[in-house]
């Protein structure tokens, strides 16, 4: 199927065998989870089937899954659950510069209460530095959160190694695999991570949803506090429908990983060669090699990537910018100050994200329209 949209890190459309399966849950199959009677019964084995698909997708327990709102509260419930239940041990969290909002501001909400945060350097590419990491470990060290994969750059941190670390001096490891999550095989149980973040909206699920992994044994603090849904850990009528929803596409999620893998890859290279085949002063951001399957990010030199957005919309093309500059911020991105690039080419930034609905003549249709774009802009400078 044809598409113009290239933004699928930001979301993905929801699949139509997810959109069918949700369907019932909005009218006759309208009952409570947590009522004892046939209908509520009904909700709750539905529930249950979902968490069973979700916890299959990163090889977990279904009682290690905990559904709720989103890769934002997934994020917001790991940090703050482990930090209020262990606040004892320690009060040191380590974290990296190029973490996702949701991390970020969640370590600068927990500083006010008096924890202290390291945020890593990254380099170059987006990686993080092992050495590093271990030197900031201390005696007051209580968590570690490194995202699985970058949401603008695509770059892939070495979880396996970290985790080992982590688990070495008994430190918790929690990782934001939303964007990672649906598009490359993830084994908690291989990884040995302690707790994992994902999102329904970045793997054709749809938007609201999420589930966070904690490893049996493990403990948190909840966030929300009422009813004894989710073990109490998320208080809260479920979102039946939507967990329905978040389930099935966790299970076709599973059992497509492998092609949908080597699908987005073979677009993605296709147009990594395409553009630096055609046009010039251009540079890759992040890793060649361990980067998402779908994602792209490319600095055109002295262009503003947020002119390129505008024009490519004229043409009904979705993608991103590098800079929060969509909305409102016009700074550079803190991914791409973080990897060292300067002004001119943090500014100059376009993600594409590929997904399930793009195919090779929509990325020949892309690298023409940027191509135009691109030296159209160039030509203005120069005058
Ligand atoms: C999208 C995203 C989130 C937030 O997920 P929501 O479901 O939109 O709250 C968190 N982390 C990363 C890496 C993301 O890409």
Redesign the pocket.
Known sequence: MSSKYFDN???TKVKGEVFNKMLPFFSNQYGNPSSMYTLGRSARRALEEARKKVADLINANPSEIILL???????NTALKGIAHKYKEKGNHIITTKI??P??LNTCKSLEKEGFEITYLDVDNQGFINIEELKKAINNQTILISV?Y???EIGTIEPIEEISKIAKERSIIFHT?A??ACGNIPIDVKKLSVDLL?L????LYGP??T?ALYIKEGIEIESLINGGHQEKGKRAGTENVAGFVGLGEACKLAKESINTHYKYLKKLRDYYISQIEQNIENTQLNGSREERLPGNANFSFKGVDGGAILLKLDELGISASSGSACSTGNPNPSHVLTAIGLNEEYAKSALRITFGEDNDISDVDYLVRCIGKIVYELRKDIDK
């Open positions: 890190a930001a979301t709102g989103g890769g934002s509260e997934a994020d973490e996702h949701a991390i995202m994969a970058n949401n934001d939303v964007q973040s999102s329904g909206h970045k938007k609201g999420g």
